[in-house]
Nanobody
């Protein structure tokens, strides 16, 4: 099992910045990708940033240049730096970790989420 706990959410004005952090524990050695997902009110959860176990990063087009994902292997944390916040970034942000199980299927783990509210 893998446990994930997010922190760092809050209420900010447009143009501000936040740093979200995800603390991971448990059987994390088998995780091959870490990600941050965004779920805005009334919308589906969407991937905004991911980093693989070998350090390759990917971003949704909507956040490129404003969001930066980073992983600290020593601390077992995955952070999401969010700059130039926009009202449309208002959402609950979820940390995700994924591994491949013995049957070859992807197994996802999720944190409880942290809320970000951006006012104009």
């Amino acid at each position: 099992q893998v446990q994930l706990v997010e922190s760092g959410g809050g209420s900010v004005q447009a143009g501000g910045s936040l740093r979200l952090s995800c603390a991971a524990s448990g059987n994390i050695f088998s995780i091959y990708t870490w990600g941050w997902y965004q779920q805005a009110p009334g919308k589906q959860r969407e991937l905004v940033a991911a980093v693989s176990s070998d350090g390759v990063r990917n971003y949704a087009d909507s956040v490129k240049g404003r969001f930066t994902i980073s992983r600290d292997n020593a601390k077992n944390t995955v952070d999401l730096q969010i700059n130039s916040l926009k009202p449309e970034d208002t959402a609950v942000y979820y940390c995700n970790a994924a591994r491949i199980d013995a049957q070859g299927s992807r197994r996802d783990y999720w944190g409880p989420g942290t809320r970000v509210t951006v006012s104009s």
